[in-house]
T-cell receptor, first 112, second 112 residues
C-alpha cells in the first residue's frame, strides 16, 4: 500500500458525459501528479500540482481539468467524454523536487 | 526530445534463471531514473531511484545499475512472484516539474 488513495476504482459512463476522479496523496506530500495509461500509449503525464498551485501540464486535453484543494487532495475532471478516453488514470504524490513518486491504485474509466 | 526505450518488450524465464532488463534513455539533463513494478490492473510500485552514472541499488533479487545512456535491472534467481511489468522512467531538469517520462515496460513472466 503506497498511501495514495483514489476513488472510484471503476467508472463506466457514456460518451459526452462528465466525470470526476479523486485522489488523496500520502501524508506530508505536497505534489500531486495525474497520469493516463492506455494500452497503446503507456503511462503519459497529464498535470502536476504543488501545494495547491498548478506546476506543469503535459499532454492534457482541453476537455480535462484538475485542481488541488487546501487539504491537498486533488480532483481530475474529464468532460465531453469520448471512447478514446477509456483508460486507467493514476494519481501519484511526492514530497517534491527529485523525490520518487508513489502511485495510487488507479481509476479504470470505461466510456461506452 | 526526452525519450525512454525499454527492451525486451517481453521476457519469459524459468524459475532460477537470471537475466537483465534494459532501459535506454535520452534526456536533456537527468534529474533521476526510476524503476517501478506494475502488476495487472494495479498502480506502479516504486522500486529504485538512481541519480548518477555508476550508482547501483539492490533489493532482494533485484539490482539496478546506471550508466550515462542506460540502466539495467538485473534479476537474480527469479521466482514466479517476480512476474510483472517493469517500468523505467526518467525526470529531467527542464522547468519546475519533475514529471516522469515512462518507457513502455518489459513484461516478465517467470515459470515454475
Amino acid at each position: 500500500d503506497s498511501g495514495v488513495t483514489q476513488t472510484p476504482k471503476h467508472l463506466i459512463t457514456a460518451t459526452g458525459q462528465r466525470v470526476t476522479l479523486r485522489c488523496s496523496p500520502r501524508s506530508g506530500d505536497l505534489s500531486v501528479y495525474w497520469y493516463q495509461q492506455s494500452l497503446d500509449q503507456g503511462l503519459q503525464f497529464l498535470i502536476q500540482y504543488y501545494n495547491g498551485e498548478e506546476r506543469a501540464k503535459g499532454n492534457i486535453l482541453e476537455r480535462f481539468s484538475a485542481q488541488q484543494f487546501p487539504d491537498l487532495h486533488s480532483e481530475l475532471n474529464l468532460s465531453s467524454l469520448e471512447l478514446g478516453d477509456s483508460a486507467l488514470y493514476f494519481c501519484a504524490s511526492s514530497v517534491g523536487g527529485a523525490n520518487e513518486q508513489f502511485f495510487g491504485p488507479g481509476t479504470r474509466l470505461t466510456v461506452l | 526530445e526526452d525519450q525512454v526505450t525499454q527492451s525486451p518488450e517481453a521476457l519469459r524465464l524459468q524459475e532460477g534463471e537470471s537475466s537483465s532488463l534494459n532501459c535506454s534513455y535520452t534526456v536533456s539533463g537527468l534529474r533521476g531514473l526510476f524503476w517501478y513494478r506494475q502488476d495487472p490492473g494495479k498502480g506502479p510500485e516504486f522500486l529504485f531511484t538512481l541519480y548518477s552514472a555508476g550508482e547501483e541499488k539492490e533489493k532482494e533479487r533485484l539490482k539496478a545499475t546506471l550508466t550515462k545512456k542506460e540502466s539495467f535491472l538485473h534479476i537474480t534467481a527469479p521466482k514466479p512472484e517476480d512476474s510483472a511489468t517493469y517500468l523505467c522512467a526518467v525526470s529531467n531538469y527542464g522547468g519546475a516539474t519533475n514529471k516522469l517520462i515512462f518507457g513502455t515496460g518489459t513484461l516478465l513472466a517467470v515459470q515454475p
